[in-house]
């Protein structure tokens, strides 16, 4: 797909959905011969996104007969609102995939304006008007409590409300899976999710297990 920061959203998405699609069609299966009872679809950090928006997306498109049978997520990016769960505050610092790297290639998927990048920094990007998304990835009520050690939750700090304006993506269930609203992940394939301990992303996994877990998959 093609890549930020020279194209952003949805650009990525809309490559891998068609492909996946056009794979679906019953003339594509039968001319590979596939067993259309056995496809699955997986990804890792940006590709778990992906594999998972796509399977999102396939759910609830009535031109779509063939169903997705199980979505496998590695290490995925799931949300962009939250950027200080437990994860991203104890791996912050860590080689590969730092905070700083993470919240850059968040930013660059929506624009290359370096304000948008500073709010998200601060997490101070959502405005108080979209408050009610939080409740998708409140982490003191999504991760076990192992995983929430010492850390306390506290209420998310609004910022400016024109990021959201300028950059709608933002709030995208495509973009974050994760804000999807309970009833539509209701009928989502088997999902298998691997998550690192050590990892910025990891609550992100284990928020959406338990969110899928909570809708019956």
């Not at 409590?145 to 409300?161: A, C, E, F, V």
């Not at 899976?177 to 394939?189: A, I, N, Q």
Request: contains cysteine.
């Amino acid at each position: 797909y093609r890549l930020a920061p020279k194209f952003h959203f949805p650009a990525q998405f809309d490559d891998v959905y068609i492909v996946v699609k056009f794979f679906l069609q019953q003339s594509t299966l039968k001319k590979y011969s596939v067993d259309a009872n056995r496809i699955a679809v997986s990804g890792d950090s940006a590709g778990g996104n992906l594999a998972a928006a796509v399977t999102q997306e396939l759910l609830h498109d009535p031109e779509v007969k063939v169903k997705l049978k199980i979505q496998a997520l590695i290490y995925p990016v799931l949300q962009s609102l939250d950027l200080n769960t437990p994860s991203y505050r104890e791996n912050g610092n860590m080689p590969i995939l730092s905070r700083t790297l993470m919240v850059r290639f968040w930013s660059e998927y929506f624009t290359t304006d370096q304000k948008l990048f500073e709010a998200m920094f601060t997490n101070r990007h959502m405005p108080s008007q979209e408050a009610h998304l939080f409740k998708f990835i409140n982490w003191s009520t999504l991760l076990p409590d192992s995983l929430k050690n010492h850390h306390i939750y506290h209420k998310p700090q609004y910022g400016d409300p024109s990021f959201v304006k300028k950059y709608p993506a933002i709030l995208d269930t495509r973009v974050s899976p994760l804000l999807t609203e309970d009833d539509k992940l209701k009928g989502l394939p088997l999902t298998y999710v691997i998550t690192c301990m050590y990892d910025v992303l990891r609550d992100d996994g284990f928020m959406y297990v338990s969110r899928l877990r909570q809708a019956g998959v």
